[in-house]
T-cell receptor
Framework: GENVEQHPSTLSVQEGDSAVIKCTYS??????FPWYKQELGKRPQLIID?????GEKKDQRIAVTLNKTAKHFSLHITETQPEDSAVYFC????????????FGTGTLLAVQP | NAGVTQTPKFQVLKTGQSMTLQCAQD?????MSWYRQDPGMGLRLIHY???????DQGEVPNGYNVSRSTTEDFPLRLLSAAPSQTSVYFC??????????????FGPGTRLTVL
C-alpha cells in the first residue's frame, strides 16, 4: 500500500556539521517528493521539493537527491545552524495520481551549538 | 491575505460528542486537505478536495466527514468523537487542482482532546 519510510527518527549534530535524512517510498509511479520543516509549535512549511525528472536539487545549504531505481530520496543540510533544529518530514504523491500526498513519520533534528 | 485559518485553536470534547473544525483560505486555492498529526506517526491525510462539491478519502477517513460547498471553506466534522481522535489537526490548501504535486500551505492547527 501507500507508504513512506523515514530515517532516522532523531538526529543530533554539532553546529557546522552536515545532516542527512533518508526516505523510501513504495509506489514506482510517484513523481513528486517534497520536504517540510516544522518548528516547535508551528505549522509545517515547504523547504524544498524534487520531481522525478530530476536527480538532485539545491537551495543554498539544503539539497535533495532522488534515486528512482532504488525508490529513495534524501535531504542534505550542510553547515547546520541552531535555527535548523526542527522536525523534518518527507512526502511522496501516490498512485500516479496528483492528489494524495503521503508523509513520512518525521525526523527530529537537534543542532547543538 | 490571511492565508489558511483554522478555528478553534484548542478544543476538549467528551466521548460521543460531535463538533466541526473550521478551515478557510483566502488564496482562491482549488485543492484543500485535512491532516492529523500524532507523535511518531507524522502527518496522515484524512480527506481532501479538488474543488467545490468534490471530496475524496485519504489514508485515515474513518470517523470524519467533510464537505466543500465553497472554494474558501473546508470543514471537518467529527460525528461521534472517540479518544483515538485526540490529535492535532492541520488544514492545508494548494494552488493547483493537482494539489498533491504543489506546495501545501498549512493552517496553524487545532489541538483536539477527547476525554
Amino acid at each position: 500500500g501507500e507508504n513512506v519510510e523515514q530515517h532516522p527518527s532523531t538526529l543530533s549534530v554539532q553546529e557546522g556539521d552536515s545532516a542527512v535524512i533518508k526516505c523510501t517510498y513504495s509506489d514506482s509511479a510517484s513523481n513528486y517528493f517534497p520536504w517540510y520543516k516544522q518548528e516547535l509549535g508551528k505549522r509545517p512549511q515547504l523547504i524544498i521539493d524534487i520531481r522525478s525528472n530530476v536527480g538532485e536539487k539545491k537551495d543554498q545549504r539544503i539539497a535533495v537527491t532522488l534515486n528512482k531505481t532504488a525508490k529513495h530520496f534524501s535531504l542534505h543540510i550542510t553547515e547546520t545552524q541552531p535555527e535548523d533544529s526542527a522536525v523534518y518530514f518527507c512526502a511522496a504523491v501516490y498512485g500516479g495520481a496528483t492528489n494524495k500526498l503521503i508523509f513520512g513519520t518525521g525526523t527530529l533534528l537537534a543542532v547543538q551549538p | 491575505n490571511a492565508g489558511v485559518t483554522q478555528t478553534p485553536k484548542f478544543q476538549v470534547l467528551k466521548t460521543g460528542q460531535s463538533m466541526t473544525l473550521q478551515c478557510a483560505q483566502d488564496m482562491n486555492h482549488e485543492y484543500m486537505s485535512w491532516y492529523r498529526q500524532d507523535p511518531g506517526m507524522g502527518l496522515r491525510l484524512i480527506h481532501y478536495s479538488v474543488g467545490a462539491g468534490i471530496t475524496d478519502q485519504g489514508e485515515v477517513p474513518n470517523g470524519y466527514n467533510v464537505s466543500r460547498s465553497t472554494t474558501e471553506d473546508f470543514p471537518l466534522r467529527l460525528l461521534s468523537a472517540a479518544p483515538s481522535q485526540t490529535s492535532v489537526y492541520f488544514c492545508a490548501s494548494s494552488p493547483s487542482v493537482a494539489g498533491g504535486t504543489d506546495t501545501q500551505y498549512f493552517g496553524p492547527g487545532t489541538r483536539l482532546t477527547v476525554l
